[in-house]
């Protein structure tokens, strides 16, 4: 299997599955629109380059965001730019809940980064690197905001985790 980033780095196993959806959606509404277009006898290369655009635009928006994790290091990549943040210099974190929670991470350097928490509870290995960047942000005296968010998450996390620990053993 082929990793993309740096060597040691964690990322979402989930984001090839999430991505392949958008893209398939995509490619479905484009296929779609063309062909009502052409069996209504309106489909003009003007018209078809509109659907293609609409399409692409489609992708785009529902392309999850890429997140991985290094020693040190959390990094969300969009379609559009890549955010990271020092996990181990990190000052405040912040959980908004509500239709879209997300977490808001910001460290000494002034690099703001959100993610949504989902993304870290359906994958360990980037938990890890986040709670041990935080754990050395905590030692140093930096994080001053947000511990218990942090720690209600990994409880979180845990408690997933153990679930999912006992429906595969069948105890659950």
Do not use: K
Request: with cysteine.
């Amino acid at each position: 299997m082929r990793r993309s980033g740096p060597p040691g780095s964690a990322g979402d196993r989930h984001w090839r599955g999430s991505a392949r959806l958008a893209l398939t959606c995509a490619l479905l509404f484009c296929f779609l629109c063309l062909l009502v277009d052409w069996d209504a006898g309106s489909l003009s290369p003007l018209r078809a380059l509109l659907w293609v655009t609409l399409s692409a635009a489609v992708c785009a928006v529902l392309l999850p965001q890429r997140v991985s994790a290094g020693p040190g290091w959390l990094a969300v990549r969009t379609p559009w730019r890549r955010r990271m943040v020092r996990t181990d210099a990190l000052t405040a974190v912040r959980q908004y809940d509500g239709p879209s929670s997300h977490l808001v991470l910001r460290d000494v350097h002034g690099h703001r980064l959100e993610l949504d928490p989902r993304i870290l509870v359906a994958n360990p290995l980037l938990w890890h690197e986040l709670d041990t960047g935080v754990r050395r942000s905590l030692e140093r005296g930096m994080l001053r905001h947000g511990a218990d968010v942090l720690e209600r998450l990994g409880h979180c996390i845990d408690d997933e985790t153990v679930q999912a620990v006992l429906r595969a053993s069948g105890l659950s």
